[in-house]
């Protein structure tokens, strides 16, 4: 890993447990173990480090979700439950204690910076997408009724994930996101 890298995936850590606004560039420079200079060779900014947290994320996102699951050679009902387990052991592992990172930076900086909401904004959007193209397999398939709305069905599973996130991370109890992860379950009859 890059010295470049490194910063950045230490960087990525302290904003998902601080928030970008609350994250200073002493924090980075402190759990990086580097001076300002180093900071300042790779990057321009706070901003500019915190667009490249964003990027890291897209980047994983685009691999472990986008790729691996959604376009893969899993049939529908498997990609769903390939994404429902990824989402749950990630926040097992997490302890849920600091929410979802995308949704996280998502509502902190959507308002207040357009460069960070659009780069978001592409996770979702291909998040959603790629969601929607899985249900339409499914409705190809008869699994689901031919009149059913797939892109309004993608967007509610997301509404409904990030949801049980938020509840997850500010009642402290993966309960919320397990309940959640059960009711998609049902409703779309993936187990």
Known sequence: ?????????????????????????????????IGK???????????????????????????????EIFQSKFDPITKLNKMLERTLVFYRDEEGKSGCPVGNLAIEMSEHDETFRVKIQYIFDRWISLIEETLNELIK????????????????????????????????????????????????RLS
């Not at 490194?6 to 990525?12: M, Y």
């Open 141 to 188: 398939q008869g699994h689901f009724p031919s009149t059913m709305d797939s892109k309004k069905h993608a967007q509610s599973i997301v509404a409904m994930l990030e949801g049980g996130l938020l509840l997850m991370k500010n009642q402290k109890d993966i309960g919320f996101l397990t309940s959640v992860l059960d009711v998609i379950r049902v409703q779309y």
């Open 1 to 33: 890993m890059s010295k470049q890298q490194e910063i950045i995936t230490i960087s990525r850590k302290i904003i998902y447990s601080k928030g970008y606004q609350a994250t200073s560039i002493s924090d980075i420079l402190d759990a990086a173990n």
């Open 37 to 67: 200079g180093q900071f300042y060779h790779y990057f321009s900014s706070k901003h500019d480090l915190g667009l490249a947290v964003v990027e890291d994320l897209v980047k994983e996102w685009d691999q472990e979700v986008f790729f």
